[in-house]
């Protein structure tokens, strides 16, 4: 698969911090009185996709841990080889060896330590050959014992190939020699290997060497990891988080940590977790029944309800929060531009392949920004991470596009590289009308009208008929199907709501200008059946210097899914919660 070296997202708008950065000496030179970064092309090379400390830090231990003191003929009693004999030594990763293809040849002759699991091992009389993974990239390494070059000899060797086998954790000391096997360029011939941890009882470890269902490994999230498609999951995963967070750093949002326990429920939706250290087994036996509690929160201004959770906690309905976005508004109308990413709670009961319990959200709400302003964002952040992926992790990527999705090359470079199509709710529905009216019987859900919410067959077929694979923002939705804090829109039906939809999986973002007038969002609240005096705060914004202002949110695991061609959420984060599934 080819890398893509650049950004792809869009040029975002100017802001004063950048006009000032050169007096300030924060690094954002100016060409004129134009950014420099407003001049980056689609394929200039990132400047934050690992940061320099990193790159620092990485160098300094391949540095350290390949000195020039190595050579290619014989044992070399370095002080690596020394501190190996002690305490196991410092190791190298694979990845440091496989990171620079045109540099692989200067690896030729160093000593290197390495550590980490086997996965395969093939032995014959006085030759033994291993495949080593430490998780650092795709592909692990071949380790080659010879009995009479091994330290310890014949006694070693054999002792090895007894204790060792699929799973087994090693520390494995050799010079890096070229490869005469095919498919691989280098290879270890191992001076000397401790046994770091050993599988009991072979037969029964759960990963041998064939393919597993996701279900079945599902089932062992605890050691799924080691496995192929999960380890590569976790890498993918790693870098998308990473190139998140500089997007928005870069752009000059600031990151805010909002709170994982709320009273407030953003969706009013309801289906939320509760937090109470309330006896809850009593309560399902006292006199009230199972219903005191759940009562309680569905009606909290009564004297009986008062009264319980004056015993609670926080003595008021406490939940897990939905989402981070009231939060966010409240720092928006401070700083400006900031973004939440952390954990978010919905108590659905659904089992569907896009539903969690327990997922990750990436939410940023901008200051005197409308929808458009929103979606312009939106836009960059989804094709700067994509890009991010291709760059940062080929090999996972390529190995997804073998086993799970043979187009996904194609969908990267879609999502990177072509425009954004925009269209609004009103026209949407009349395409699909015209659509569906050609063979009602080919859709699950064919009858279309304005009020309709739309379904995933109705997303993906506007993203991949319509748009021609094209990434589309459906927006101006009808405001009986959105949120309560939406903007309505001047026609009264309306609100200035925006969805994402991308092929393959239909909804990936969601987004709206929130509403700032005071009187608007009070009629509504009401509209919506929730309680003003829990919003007490939430209506301070509109009270105190209140601003237009906008923002989005995207399902991290969705995300994910969209980037590696996955299909089930459950199989793209470490560890799933979904109705009737909290292990590990």
């Not at 054999?158 to 087994?168: M, Q």
Request: glycine share 8%.
């Amino acid at each position: 698969m080819k890398a893509v070296d650049g950004y792809g997202a869009l040029t975002p708008p100017r802001r004063l911090s950048n006009y000032i950065s050169h007096a300030t000496g924060n690094g954002r030179m100016m060409k004129g009185d134009v950014p420099v970064w407003r001049m980056h092309k689609l394929n200039a090379k990132p400047s934050r996709i690992i940061p320099p400390l990193a790159m620092t830090e990485r160098a300094r231990r391949s540095l350290h841990a390949n000195s020039e003191a190595v050579k290619s003929q014989g044992v070399v009693q370095s002080e690596e080889y020394k501190s190996f004999n002690s305490q196991g030594g410092k190791r190298t990763r694979v990845s440091d060896i496989f990171s620079d293809k045109g540099k692989q040849e200067d690896w030729i002759g160093r000593q290197v330590v390495l550590k980490g699991w086997i996965r395969t091992l093939r032995a014959q009389k006085k030759l033994a050959f291993m495949e080593l993974n430490d998780g650092s990239s795709f592909n692990g390494i071949q380790i080659v014992l010879d009995s009479e070059s091994l330290v310890g000899g014949e006694s070693k060797f054999s002792e090895v190939v007894s204790d060792v086998s699929t799973g087994a954790a090693v520390a494995v000391m050799g010079q890096i020699v070229k490869s005469p096997a095919k498919g691989q360029s280098l290879e270890i011939k191992c001076e000397d290997i401790k046994v770091v941890g050993i599988v009991y009882d072979n037969d029964k470890y759960p990963l041998q060497k064939k393919r597993h269902s996701l279900e079945f490994l599902r089932s062992i999230a605890h050691l799924r990891a080691r496995t192929n498609t999960f380890a590569a999951v976790a890498r993918v995963r790693s870098s998308l988080a990473l190139g998140v967070h500089n997007y928005f750093h870069d752009l000059g949002f600031k990151h805010l940590h909002s709170p994982i326990i709320t009273a407030s429920d953003c969706e009013g939706a309801g289906e939320m977790f509760r937090v109470t250290t309330l006896d809850v087994a009593g309560l399902s036996q006292g006199s009230g029944g199972s219903s005191d509690l759940r009562g309680a929160g569905d009606d909290h201004d009564t004297d009986a309800a008062a009264n319980l959770f004056k015993q609670d906690f926080f003595e008021k309905p406490a939940f897990l929060t939905v989402s981070g976005q009231l939060s966010g508004e409240t720092y928006a109308t401070a700083l400006g531009d900031i973004y939440t990413f952390g954990p978010t709670f919905r108590a659905e009961n659904s089992q569907t392949s896009r539903h969690l319990a327990e997922f990750w959200m990436i939410e940023p709400e901008m200051a005197f920004a409308d929808i458009h302003d929103a979606m312009d964002n939106c836009e960059g952040m989804v094709r700067q991470v994509a890009t991010v992926a291709m760059s940062e992790c080929p090999d996972d990527l390529n190995f997804f596009s073998k086993f799970y999705e043979k187009q996904l090359k194609q969908r990267l470079d879609l999502i990177s590289n072509k425009p954004f199509k925009r269209l609004q709710y009103s026209d949407a529905v009349k395409l699909l009308q015209e659509e569906i009216a050609k063979d009602r019987s080919v859709w699950e859900y064919p009858d279309v009208e304005f009020g309709t919410d739309l379904q995933t067959e109705h997303e993906r077929w506007i993203c991949e008929k319509w748009a021609d694979g094209a990434a589309t923002f459906v927006y101006n939705y009808p405001r009986d199907i959105k949120a309560f804090y939406m903007r309505d829109n001047d026609d009264g039906k309306t609100v200035a709501a925006f969805d994402l939809l991308v092929p393959g999986v239909g909804e990936l973002a969601g987004g709206s200008q929130r509403e700032e007038r005071l009187e608007v969002l009070r009629k509504k609240l009401k509209e919506f059946n929730l309680n003003e005096d829990d919003y007490w705060w939430y209506m301070d914004l509109r009270r105190y210097g209140s601003v237009p202002h906008s923002g989005y949110g995207v399902g991290f695991e969705r995300l994910v899914c969209y980037l590696t061609g996955m299909a089930n959420v459950r199989d793209v984060i470490p560890y799933p919660r979904y109705p009737g599934n909290a292990e590990f």
